[in-house]
């Protein structure tokens, strides 16, 4: 069944931060996963997750710069992952499995952004084997490990799944790169992972979100020049962020959310942003969000995802 698109009154909203959204929430005993956790809104979320308890795994493609972030952090450890390496994605996951331990929380949130035309693996276009392709066989493989009856998987997507459902006749771009519609595919096709694997997993207790974290100035946006995010009004020209960008500690309050809230136990599948439900879009404007029907079609995700473990050779479900 398609989750609704429909608000539920979380009672948190833009701006809760991660720490607060746990407030009286105890993961003692519970271990969570997140791609990314060292940088950015990755960093704020396993910081809070620590915070409340939970042992947190933290791959990571640059092991020494997670370790140096995360000192101080309790209840955090390191492992090498390139998720644009699907080798090293299988020799990650079995490491993982190899120790018996179970995970309660998937956050899939590590990505790249608007990055220069990029061939990885057999020359897959590289926001999509990266940010997508690379967390489908990631989840995929660890899928023994996942806790049953009580697993989630959080699938961080955006607002920029406003401008590219999936290209079906060239999802490599290989007919000519544009890297904004490259990453808006991407996040696209993090939004209908997390439609299809919530389909699949539901029956045995597993269930999958994906969410915008609303916009943030973080190291995502490396790859884009100061003058060209002053115009589009991102920053201003000494560099401050515009109104309405959010702080990475609000920005990972809807990833940490949606891993954690029994609110959501009837929901999976849900597209979420600002700590709730998000309801469908109504205008293109990013900044208010919301979700385009492209990119919650259990059609589209069951399309991709037959499309993901082709190409991939792994489907942990089929």
């Not at 009154?9 to 959204?21: K, L, M, R």
């Not at 489908?136 to 806790?147: E, G, M, Q, S, T």
């Not at 915008?212 to 009004?233: C, D, F, K, N």
């Not at 500690?249 to 849900?270: F, I, K, M, N």
């Amino acid at each position: 069944m398609t989750a609704k698109q429909q608000k539920i009154g979380s009672g948190f909203g833009a701006h809760s931060t991660a720490e607060e959204v746990l407030a009286g929430i105890d993961l003692s005993g519970r271990t969570a996963l997140v791609t990314g956790g060292y940088s950015g809104l990755g960093l704020e979320a396993t910081r809070a997750l620590s915070g409340a308890g939970a042992q947190v795994i933290v791959p990571a493609r640059r092991r020494a710069t997670a370790e140096e972030a995360l000192r101080g952090i309790p209840r955090t450890e390191v492992h090498e992952l390139d998720l644009a390496d699907l080798e090293r994605v299988r020799v990650f996951a079995e490491s993982i499995l190899e120790t018996g331990r179970t995970l309660d929380l998937v956050i899939d949130n590590a990505g790249i952004m608007a990055c220069p035309e990029t061939r990885v693996g057999p020359g897959w276009e590289a926001h999509f084997a990266t940010n997508h392709l690379g967390h489908f066989a990631l989840v995929n493989r660890l899928r023994p490990a996942l806790a049953p009856g009580r697993a989630r998987v959080v699938s961080v997507a955006s607002s920029g799944h406003f401008l590219s459902g999936i290209r079906w006749d060239d999802v490599h771009f290989r007919a000519g790169y544009d890297r904004w519609l490259a990453y808006a595919q991407s996040k696209t096709a993090n939004a209908l992972f997390a439609v299809h694997l919530d389909a699949l997993g539901a029956g045995d207790g597993l269930r999958a979100f994906a969410v915008h974290p609303g916009s943030i100035l973080t190291p995502l946006q490396r790859h884009i020049p100061h003058e060209e995010q002053v115009a589009q009004g991102w920053i201003d020209p000494e560099g401050r962020p515009s109104e309405g960008f959010k702080t990475p500690e609000q920005g990972a309050a809807t990833a940490v959310w949606a891993a954690t809230s029994p609110l959501l136990d009837a929901h999976g599948g849900a597209y979420c942003q600002d700590c709730d439900i998000a309801e469908p879009a109504t205008t293109d404007d990013m900044l208010i969000g919301g979700v385009k029907p492209w990119a919650v079609d259990p059609d589209e995700a069951a399309r991709l995802w037959t499309l993901s473990g082709e190409l991939t050779g792994v489907d942990a479900f089929a």
